[in-house]
């Protein structure tokens, strides 16, 4: 049996692990620790006005009334909220008219071809946090859509700010030029590890549309291990090629730039 003493050591536990779960989660949903709150928004649509049209979205939105809220939010919900429109209450309703308008598009299709054997078509799209620290946050926009030809499309977008003035930041702002240039240099290494390509063969021989020489793309993430960079398919090379993604590590930027300002943001 187990004694009063034990039990109420077990109790203490519960009651300490429940308290630093429940921190753990209010940390998580906030941002910068500045009272800003991260909310889940999903909307799943299947045969309910064509059988032959799928949604699937998965995004987080930021609650309250501030620029830097507004900024966010516009940037998860730019590919359905028209341009200057502001953002309505209820977001589900702007891809309910993007779901009505890609259903109406498959009915014509088929009223005027008889054609399903492009079909179905579907769209899926997510916006998922990588980093909420009082420094950084960062986060990841990725989609594919699939409306009929050979193939469907899909990519990513990444996008960071400083979490506690809200500012995007920007290689730019993280790196001088000269830092930038040996940044660069690290990215195709790591560029040229990720695609197999050794270091005497030629990028743009290969197929890849780099004008003068390789050089990083601005779409880049900010993670609490390095900065990942992403080329979307056609972005540098034909879509045969496929998407590249690499990381550059945060060890590997600090030998060739220790004062960078990326460094406030991360250790």
Known sequence: ????????????????????????????????????????????????????LSADINVFLIEGDSPFSDSVNALILSAYMPRGESIPEDV????????????QEVKELIED??????????????????????????????????????????????????ASTGAQLRLEDLFSKKELAELAELGELSFRKNRKIPKNKSLKELGYEFDDGFSLTSNFLI????????YAPYAIAPYAFGDTEFTISLISIKNIAPKSELFRYVK
């Open 92 to 103: 589900s309703k702007l891809f309910d008219v993007y779901y009505q308008s890609q259903a």
């Open 1 to 52: 049996m187990m004694t009063r003493n034990k039990v109420g050591i077990i109790i203490l536990y519960l009651l300490v692990f429940a308290l630093v779960a429940c921190t753990s989660s209010v940390q998580k949903n906030e941002i910068g620790g500045k009272g800003a709150i991260i909310k889940k928004v999903e909307y799943h649509q299947n045969d309910s006005l064509s059988k032959y």
């Open 223 to 230: 993670t609490d291990t390095g900065l990942v960079f992403y």
């Open 113 to 162: 071809f008889e054609e399903t054997q492009l079909l179905p078509y579907s769209f899926k799209y997510d916006a998922v946090v990588f980093e909420n620290t009082d420094s950084v946050f960062s986060f990841e926009k990725s989609f594919y859509q699939y409306t009929g030809g050979a193939h469907g499309n899909r990519g990513k977008r990444f996008w960071n700010f400083d």
